[in-house]
């Protein structure tokens, strides 16, 4: 229920923000915002940021920060995509990916990205190091287009 609470907060602040700022005719932007709660103090906190460039045409990026217990974000990875969509089809034509650490625990190994359809993936490689032992962890982000220009 917390995570619920803390999530539609977080999503009524981002709104009354996009709400408030000057729209142009060209370019419109909204901002998602969803958090995932980790047995080990961690959590995943996801953003979605959209703009509409034309009618039918979107260009959005996911990111998925990785905080520690103390809630700084450790590291990130996130997928950019550029969608068009009519009303019966949704394409993504491109994609780029970015991942990145903050913490001098954790580094990344690799990161990759991908569209398939409506889709563009990035999927990346951290490893957190601490004393002599190290592992590996795996995390993808995909950023999904519907028909209707719906991004999730």
């Known amino acids: 229920m917390k ?3 803390v999530a539609l907060l977080i999503l009524i602040t981002l709104s009354f923000t996009v709400l408030c700022a000057p729209v142009s005719a060209v370019e419109a ?3 998602k915002v969803t958090i995932e709660y980790l047995d080990d103090g961690y959590y995943i906190e996801t953003v979605i940021t959209e703009n509409t460039l034309t009618r039918g045409t979107k260009t959005a990026t996911k990111t998925s920060n990785f905080h520690n217990s103390a809630g700084d974000v450790v590291w990130y990875v996130s997928v950019t995509g550029t969608f068009t969509y009519n009303g019966a089809t949704a ?7 970015n991942a990145k650490s903050n913490s001098s625990y954790w580094t990344i190994r690799s990161v990759t990205s991908d569209t398939y359809v409506n889709t563009a993936t990035a999927t990346a490689v951290a490893r957190h190091s601490s004393g002599t032992a190290s592992q590996d962890f795996t995390a993808s982000v995909t950023l999904t287009c519907d028909k209707n220009g719906t991004l999730s």
């Open 29 to 31: 932007s909204e901002t």
């Open 91 to 97: 394409y993504c034509h491109s994609c780029s990916h």
């Open 3 to 5: 995570r619920i609470i």
